[in-house]
C-alpha cells in the first residue's frame, strides 16, 4: 500500500513494503521541506484501531512517536548536518503491522563564510579551559535529559520577527582558523528584541557559556530542544515552564560574536536541523 509525502509542496508517492505474514500494512505520510542533511521530515502514522503503541526507527536510532488523534500518531526525524547522502531505513511497527522503506537522502553544499572574533575566543587561554569543560559536559548532559513526553501542542512560531541573515550549517573560519559548521540560524535583531519561546516546554539551561555567551535551552520533550545564544539578559530560569511566545531573553553579543544578534539552533533526537525546516513543517505557516 502506498503513502502520501508532502516534500517541498509536492505529493510523491512513497511505497511501504509490509513484511510478510503480517497485515494490514500501515500508512505514513511523510512531510518535509526537503530531504537533505539539516532538515526535518515529520512521519505521519495511521494505525490500525487497537494497534497500541507505535515504534519508530530511523538513521539507525530509535525515535518516540505520539499520538495524534485516535488512529494516528507521528514522530519527528531529525537529519544531521553530517548525514551522507544516499538511502537510510525507516521502519515503523504498530502491534503486528509492520512497513519498512529507505528514505533517499539528497546531497547538499554548505557555504563557507570567514569572519574575525575576539582572539580568546579561537584559541582560548589556559583559564578558560575549566568553564570549557564544564559547558561541554553541561551540553552533553541536556541532551540527554528531554521529557518522555511531548511538551509542545501548539505551532511552532519565530522567537523574533526578522529575517534570517546566517545560513545554518555554513562551514565557519574564526581568524583564518577553520572551526565547526554553523548548527543554527542567526537573526539580525537589535540588541535588546525580546526573543519569544517558539514553543512550550521546560528551561534545562538559562546561564552564560564561554562560546555561546548567555545561553537559554528549553527542552519541547521527546528530544527536541530549542537554544538561544548570545543573549544581552535572562526572562526565565532553569527549571521554569514556558508557554510558547513567553519572552525568555533578549538578543544581545555575548560569547563568540561580531555583533549583536540571535543565534536560534534544533536538536530533534540528536541531529543538529535547521530552525527554518523545523518551522516549515510544524510552523504557523509554512517557509521562513
Known amino acids: 500500500m502506498g503513502t502520501r509525502a508532502l516534500i517541498a509542496g509536492a505529493v510523491i508517492a512513497l511505497w511501504w513494503s ?14 518535509a521541506r526537503d530531504v537533505q542533511p539539516g532538515e526535518v521530515v515529520v512521519l505521519t502514522i495511521h494505525v490500525p484501531t487497537g494497534s497500541g503503541s507505535v515504534r519508530v526507527r ?19 526525524v531529525g537529519i ?28 547538499k553544499t554548505f557555504r563557507t563564510r570567514r569572519l574575525n572574533v575576539d582572539p580568546g575566543f579561537v584559541t582560548p587561554p589556559p583559564s578558560a579551559e575549566a ?12 541532551w540527554e ?10 505551532p511552532f512560531v519565530r522567537p523574533v520577527n526578522d529575517a534570517a541573515n546566517s545560513a545554518f550549517g555554513t562551514r565557519s573560519i574564526f581568524n583564518g582558523q577553520p572551526r565547526n559548521a554553523h548548527g543554527g540560524a542567526d537573526f539580525l535583531s537589535p540588541a535588546g528584541t525580546a ?4 514553543n512550550a516546554g521546560r528551561v534545562l539551561v538559562a546561564r552564560d557559556l564561554y562560546y555561546s555567551g548567555n545561553t537559554v535551552i528549553i527542552d ?15 526572562d526565565t530560569r532553569e527549571g521554569d515552564r514556558v508557554e510558547a511566545g513567553a519572552i525568555v531573553g533578549r538578543v544581545g553579543a555575548t560569547g563568540r560574536v561580531t555583533g549583536p544578534h540571535l543565534h536560534w539552533a534544533v536538536r530533534a533526537n540528536g541531529a ?17
Open 220 to 234: 519541547h520533550g521527546l528530544g527536541l530542544f530549542s537554544m538561544f545564544a548570545h543573549l544581552s539578559a535572562f
Open 18 to 31: 509490509p513484511i510478510a505474514g503480517q497485515a494490514p500494512p500501515l500508512i505514513v505520510d511523510v512531510n
Open 145 to 154: 535529559s528531554s521529557a518522555a513526553e511531548r511538551l509542545w501542542s501548539s
Open 195 to 198: 526573543v519569544h519561546a517558539p
Open 58 to 76: 530511523a538513521l539507525g536510532h530509535a525515535l518516540p512517536a505520539f499520538p495524534v488523534g485516535d488512529d494516528r500518531w507521528e514522530a519527528i
Open 272 to 288: 543538529r536541523v535547521d530552525p527554518l525546516s523545523l518551522l516549515a513543517v510544524l510552523g504557523a505557516k509554512r517557509g521562513d
Open 80 to 107: 544531521d548536518l553530517d548525514v551522507k547522502p544516499g538511502q537510510q531505513a525507516i521502519s515503523v511497527e504498530a502491534g503486528s503491522a509492520r512497513a519498512t522503506r529507505e528514505l533517499v537522502v539528497k546531497p
Open 131 to 142: 568553564q570549557i569543560e564544564a559547558d561541554r559536559k553541561l551540553l552533553a548532559r541536556t
